[in-house]
């Protein structure tokens, strides 16, 4: 690689860095509970769909590509899912609700209360699929995921995939998979900041655990 090529690819990256850390609110990258935070909600949405994208690749679990929100035509109602992609030369979509301190599940996580708060959100998304009216989109996407972040300061991703061990939920009509997804510990390697819709092009920031369905 040439110096100059090396130049560049060192400034896109430093462009895609500022990028996300500016649609980010000021506080929200330097305090625990706040990695979601973003200044608007099109922004997190979009972001821990990439950030999903990333750990499935680094895992080997899929390849997904070309992230971007999906806009009803219309104009009409809520947007669902809140993002489309390509897997495999599909579209799938995918749909983020959050689990976090705010929504009053703040305090200790033992598996019991994880699972019960997992499994009404996917239960919830599973009924606004039906809800919406709009089965004819959703079935013609190739899989529908749902996918849950979290930025709870005592969620530890070593915690989650524990519990993730000794869950298993009832398989919802409309949704595929479901993902929980936690940013990585502080302490692990350091990992580039920028947002792109492709995100094999990036290690990850967060750590993706599926769900497992009972059979």
């Known amino acids: 690689m040439s110096k100059?090529?090396?130049?560049?690819?060192?400034?896109?990256?430093k462009m895609l860095e500022e990028e996300v850390e500016h649609s980010r609110r000021p506080y929200a990258m330097n305090r625990?509970?706040?990695?979601w935070d973003f200044k608007h909600q099109d922004?997190?949405?979009?972001?821990?769909?990439?950030?999903?994208?990333?750990?499935?690749?680094?895992?080997?679990k899929g390849d997904i590509r070309n992230i971007r929100k999906y806009r009803q035509p219309d104009d009409t109602d809520k947007e669902f899912p809140?993002?489309?992609a390509d897997l495999d030369g599909r579209e799938i979509g995918i749909?983020?609700?959050e689990l976090r301190e705010g929504m009053n599940v703040c305090g200790p996580w033992p598996v019991k209360r994880f699972r019960y708060h997992l499994n009404k959100k996917i239960e919830r998304k599973n009924e606004v699929a039906l809800r919406l009216g709009r089965q004819d989109f959703v079935e013609s996407l190739?899989?529908?995921?749902?996918?849950?972040?979290?930025?709870e300061p005592a969620l530890l991703p070593?915690?989650?995939e524990d519990h993730m061990e000794h869950i298993r939920l009832p398989k919802p009509s409309h949704i595929d998979k479901a993902f929980v997804l936690a940013p990585r510990p502080a302490a692990d390697?350091?990992?580039?900041?920028?947002?792109?819709?492709?995100?094999?092009k990036f290690r990850p920031l967060c750590l993706a655990f599926e769900v497992q369905w009972a059979d």
């Open 82 to 84: 809140d993002c489309l």
């Open 142 to 151: 190739h899989q529908l995921y749902v996918v849950i972040p979290t930025d």
């Open 158 to 160: 070593s915690l989650i």
């Open 95 to 97: 749909e983020v609700t």
């Open 32 to 35: 625990p509970g706040l990695f």
């Open 43 to 60: 922004d997190m949405e979009e972001n821990v769909c990439i950030e999903l994208g990333r750990s499935l690749f680094a895992q080997s």
């Open 189 to 200: 390697e350091p990992v580039i900041r920028g947002q792109e819709h492709e995100p094999r």
């Open 4 to 13: 100059d090529t090396g130049s560049e690819g060192s400034a896109l990256i």
